[in-house]
């Protein structure tokens, strides 16, 4: 089988890190042929470009074509999977309304380019930030798709919290479960270590309350930020990494809750439509969000900033006319 998978912001720097990844088969597994597209704005096709070339200089088997455009109905037309990475992102003196408009001309023709041409099995993932709001926007402008093929990326918050939890507690990451990041991809985000669990025992019973809130909340927030800082640009590789796991698991299942943000449809009391990261369970193709887990005081307390964040960000793009 051949599967279309379109890239956006591929001559960025985390199309860099993930179309090789992609095209030899870490993405969708070994037996599936890829047809890369990539899209790009003008001034960045000659990279794109660049970066086909040393596509094809791996040799990889199961990579079939590269299309590369700066017309998004080309991107998309057939598209299996949409990893819609490129962004436009904050400058100097720019207003969180500028952002949101900004975005919102980007991924406001290409959820209606999504919605013209890209296959019926569509998935998309949305990783360019703000990412829980662009993918709201998209959805929004995708009226034929089904809502929930829209999708925003946590795993890297997730995969940062199981990490530095796995470094608190001097064990393996694998020794680590259902450790699920809720709300938006923002420093509000909640990492739950109620529901977590450390070889099977319930991980908030293993920390100290005051270095849950004050000490590792903050620091799994605002990793993105301390990765600016030290690298001097923002997260590339580990972006991408989590870009495959999310695909991955959604396109071939996996175990355990994992976190993805994905539209709401009114389960923790998070309003309908909201794209909110929440705990899912993949199998078979699809994701189905997990209900009754535990949220109390404390969690809920913590649901509730994260996702009045997600509101407002919602009310200021709907102001902006860009919902569709
Ligand atoms: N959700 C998450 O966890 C994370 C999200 N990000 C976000 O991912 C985005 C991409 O990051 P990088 O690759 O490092 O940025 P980058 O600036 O290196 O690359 C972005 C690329 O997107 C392209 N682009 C801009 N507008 C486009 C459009 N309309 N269509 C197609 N391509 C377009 C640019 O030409 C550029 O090549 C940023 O918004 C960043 O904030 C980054 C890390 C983690
Ligand atoms: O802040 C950024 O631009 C990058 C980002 O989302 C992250 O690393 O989590």
Partial sequence: MTKTVTVTGAAGAIGYAILFRIASGQLLGPDEKIKLKLLEIEPALKAAEGTAMELHDCAFPLLDSIDI???????????????????????????????????????????????????????????????NTNALIAMNNAPDVPRERFTAMTRLDENRAVSMLAQKLGVGVEDIQD??????????????????????????????????????????????AAIIEA????SAASAANAAIDHMRDWALGADGLRSMAVPSSGQYGV??????????????????????????????????ITVNELKEERDAVKGLGLLG
């Fill in 231 to 234: 690298r001097g640009a923002s």
């Fill in 179 to 224: 450790l699920v990041v809720w709300g938006n991809h923002s420093p509000s985000m909640f990492p739950d270590l109620f529901n977590a669990k450390v070889r099977g025992e319930r991980a908030v019973n293993q920390v100290d309350m005051d270095w849950y809130e004050n000490e590792y909340m903050p620091a799994v927030g605002k990793r993105g």
């Fill in 271 to 304: 309003e309908e439509g909201l794209v909110s990261s929440f705990p899912v369970r993949t199998q078979g193709g699809s994701y189905e969000v997990v209900e009754g887990l535990e949220v109390g005081d404390f969690a809920q307390s913590k649901l509730d």
């Fill in 69 to 131: 455009t700066a017309d998004a109905n080309e991107a998309f037309d057939g598209s299996n999977v949409a990893m819609l990475i490129g962004a436009r992102p904050r400058q100097k003196g720019m207003e969180r309304a500028d952002l949101l408009e900004a975005n919102g001309a980007i991924f406001g023709p290409q959820g209606q380019a999504i919605n013209a041409g890209a296959a019926d099995d569509v998935r998309v993932l949305v990783v360019g930030n703000p990412a």
